[in-house]
């Protein structure tokens, strides 16, 4: 899981102090900052009328994360002041798809071992903690659905299922780049916008990990 650095955590009954100025300033200086999530890119894709895959490669950039080199996105940046790549003016050209990084802000969420969420407040951007108080439960109502929560919920289970065995495909040498052509369309592009997202979610999940597991008896029988 990626952590947002300066932030605290908060309970549902707090209240903190927010207002959104409509300033854009969140959306700039924001390269590598703009996660983008699975089922973020299909709302996104559905939203411009294009693939998944199209939406990856002209929207987002691919990261590998620290000593595991597992494939994440997040938005491409532009201009001097790296600004969102849907930032036009001072206004989110997807605002109604736009992704849940973005959506939850200035809050970000995440479930623990025992399915239950933990939320916290971003701290980061200085000029955002005045004006009226808002309660935490209140915005969690309004920004986080019941589909973000089953999304976020079985990326979790997902997650915890596949990195054992990555961490130890990624670790033999000469995998790397075998790992990503596995990983990328299963993960990332293997969606139709004509299906509900979540069920595909939920296969193409399996179908990883069945796939990776295979790639790993495979392996080692090489070296018996």
């Not at 990332?188 to 595909?200: A, L, N, R, V």
Request: aromatic share 12%; net charge positive.
């Amino acid at each position: 899981m990626c952590e947002i650095k300066n932030s605290k955590k908060v309970e549902l009954t707090d209240r903190v102090r927010f207002r959104c100025k409509r300033c854009a300033e969140c959306c700039k200086n924001v390269e590598g900052a703009v996660a983008i999530e699975v089922k973020d890119a299909y709302y996104i894709s559905k939203f411009l009328n294009i693939p998944v895959s199209e939406f990856y490669d002209k929207y987002t950039r691919m990261f590998l994360l620290e000593n595991i080199d597992f494939p994440i996105f997040a938005l491409k940046t532009t201009g001097k002041d790296n600004s969102c790549i849907f930032l036009k003016g001072k206004r989110c050209s997807i605002q109604s798809v736009k992704p849940r990084t973005c959506k939850m802000y200035p809050f970000w969420v995440f479930p623990n071992d025992n399915d239950n969420f933990e939320y916290n407040f971003c701290t980061e951007r200085r000029h955002h903690p005045n004006g009226s108080l808002v309660r935490v439960k209140d915005w969690m109502r309004d920004y986080l659905s019941e589909e973000d929560k089953e999304y976020l919920i079985e990326e979790r289970k997902s997650i915890a299922g596949i990195a054992p065995i990555f961490n130890i495909l990624n670790s033999i040498p000469g995998n790397n780049e075998t790992l990503l052509r596995k990983v990328l369309p299963i993960r990332y592009f293997m969606y139709e916008h004509d299906e509900p997202f979540y069920q595909q979610f939920c296969r193409n999940n399996k179908i990883l990990k069945k796939e990776l597991e295979h790639m790993l008896e495979v392996q080692m029988k090489g070296r018996m």
